[in-house]
């Protein structure tokens, strides 16, 4: 008997039942929950303890052992209350004039992207809360599609789809026929295309450096940018001190010299582009998922 379609139609249950009681939560209360059950995670989930304390090796090794278990266990709190705060995200959107501080500055500088015409390659990684930052642009009023994986439940792929379209973001789902062309009508139409390009996956990718090891990275940003002639822009949304607080911030990049190479070009901008996602985790080390394992595939 195959079991898996009965274990995803209970883990799809499970994740229903779960967003009811949350949502129904104060805001603040949901994201003490969060929090507790992200530390409680940490204390449970031994594999991913003991991935994020590896990363957090690789990537610092000059940390004592005590200051990167402090590290992980925050990263661990800080996704649960992430989590929790999302599920809330109708208390969420009525109270981000007050949670989420965009600056001015960064705001013009994705007017200033987009005006230019040829639309804008939004690259991110999953650093802060990501789903907050592409629902602060999309309830902005700004044209957003996001490009994302699906997941291995159809019912929970929908829920994901509808969550982000109250938010104001079309869904790119990246298997889905058609997912190609889909993103240059997004660009060509002038619309801002969100893509997260920090994770190791089975994607078309480049080996470029990531806390000094060389990590294999999805080349779809640096490919769109090149063959539109789209504006690059990079964004993430900090937390800010351990409550519901948040801060924008915004760069644009400019692609390095072409080398009349598209190979080569498109490794130099997608080595550009993580090394901006490096120094956003530098930020705020707490805040990226360490359990994921960047550096599994190798040249």
Request: charged share 25%; aromatic share 8%.
């Amino acid at each position: 008997m195959n079991w898996k379609p009965l274990k995803r139609g209970l883990r799809h249950g499970l994740l229903r039942v779960a967003l009811g009681v949350v949502s129904a939560l104060p805001l603040d209360v949901a994201a003490d929950f969060g929090r507790a059950f992200g530390g409680l995670a940490f204390h449970l989930l031994g594999k991913q303890r003991r991935l994020a304390l590896e990363g957090l090796a690789r990537a610092f090794p000059e940390w004592t052992e005590g200051e990167r278990r402090r590290v992980a266990k925050a990263c661990f709190r800080h996704l649960g209350q992430a989590a929790f705060e999302l599920a809330c995200a109708r208390k969420l959107d009525l109270q981000a004039a007050r949670l989420v501080e965009w600056p001015a500055a960064d705001r013009a500088l994705l007017d200033e992207a987009l005006a230019e015409g040829n639309g804008v390659v939004f690259v991110t990684g999953h650093v802060g809360n990501w789903e907050l930052l592409a629902r602060t642009l999309g309830r902005a009023g700004y044209p957003c599609q996001t490009i994302a994986k699906e997941t291995t439940d159809a019912r929970t792929t929908a829920l994901l789809e509808r969550f982000r379209a109250r938010g104001g973001i079309r869904t790119i789902w990246r298997g889905a026929e058609g997912a190609a062309r889909a993103m240059l009508r997004a660009l060509r139409g002038g619309e801002v295309l969100g893509l997260l390009i920090d994770q190791d996956t089975r994607v078309q990718s480049l080996f470029v450096p990531f806390f000094g090891h060389l990590a294999s990275t999805p080349r779809a940003a640096a490919d769109l940018a090149l063959r539109t002639g789209a504006a690059v822009v990079t964004g993430y949304c900090h937390r800010q001190g351990e409550q519901t607080r948040y801060r924008i911030s915004m760069c644009r990049i400019r692609p390095p010299a072409s080398t009349g190479d598209r190979e080569a070009d498109a490794l130099g901008l997608t080595a550009v582009l993580t090394a901006d996602i490096e120094r956003a985790i530098r930020e705020a080390p707490a805040q990226w998922v360490w359990m994921h394992r960047r550096w599994k595939s190798r040249p």
